[in-house]
């Protein structure tokens, strides 16, 4: 093998023209392999750009018939016997001549219908946790001077472990009747009345008192005679509902925006209209939104500002704690 010569390089041409044909080659090649690879990943991307994925629908929520949560912790339902009971008047087809009497009004609007509807949603055990979180977060709204007082920060468990405890009405001590209102009790301190008379709203505020007081807005405030009491006044804006449960009173504290004018209502709670009693028809019943405490209607219902459970003040109060 030492005699054999070394091989002579090729012609410079052929050596250009082989140079030039492996460069086609690995071109051609590089695209074929990018073609394949584009089959294998590119439609997956087009489709999953061009078609978001769906997030998971919520589960609808489970027929209960109706206030599944109330019925979890035994508080009464709504009914007759909760809706608001107002001035109803009548004017006599002679003379001005009007029939005056306390009669209950149609609508959902009322101080202890709102009550009882945001109990029954806090209490439903029906919605998923991430329902229930939104719930608690959009259900309280700012009060009547522009104030938010948020929804209780306990766990969606303590609420679902809550009942209905009646006897609660005739302890006597204090932190159990912040609000106006009396119960059949007996000499032993247990409750006797039916269930219709379990939950109840205020009656009338403690005016002049030491133990109540409302924030007043400007546009309120401006217009109140300073021979007036500001407190007679902003007070008719606001009632709260007292639920008697096994760790103590329940508050639920509404306001009522139709205070600002105290329109007259329908039979069903609809605001007729009518600017005076002077314009409403002769022999047409209607019922009067005011008084010492809100009133709903079916165009502006009360809607609830805050709920306080056992061992907790509601925002208005301002008394001691007593427990005698």
Known sequence: MAGRKAPRPLPRPVRWLAMFLALVFVVSLGMVVNHESSKATGGASDASSSTPAKSPKRKKTAKTGGYGGLKAAGIPTPGDWSRQRVLSIVKEQQGDERKVSMKPVGGKGGPVDV???????????????EEWNDTMQQLFQPDIAGQSHGPSNMARYWWSQR???PDL?????????????????STDRTYQGDADGIVKDTQSWMQGSD????????????????????????????????????????YVTVACPAAADH???????????????????????VWF??????????????????ITV???????????????
């Open 115 to 129: 009550a009882l509807d945001t109990v029954d949603r806090i209490l439903d055990p029906t919605p998923s946790d």
């Open 163 to 165: 009942r209905l405890n």
């Open 169 to 185: 009405l005739c302890t006597g001590r204090q932190s159990d009747n912040l609000i106006i209102q009396s119960y059949d009790c």
């Open 211 to 250: 133990r109540v007081f409302f924030d007043i807005p400007g546009s309120i405030g401006s217009s109140i005679a300073s021979s007036t009491d500001p407190q007679s006044v902003i007070s008719q804006y606001y009632d709260a509902v007292a639920i008697p449960m096994d760790d103590g009173m329940w």
């Open 263 to 285: 329109p007259f209502m329908d039979e069903n709670g609809d605001e007729t209209g009518y600017a005076s009693i002077d314009d409403v028809p002769a022999g047409t019943r």
């Open 289 to 306: 939104a005011g008084g010492s405490v809100g009133v709903g209607t079916n165009q502006r219902p009360c809607r609830p500002v805050e």
């Open 310 to 324: 056992g061992g907790q003040r509601p925002f208005w109060y301002i008394g001691a704690d007593g427990s005698d």
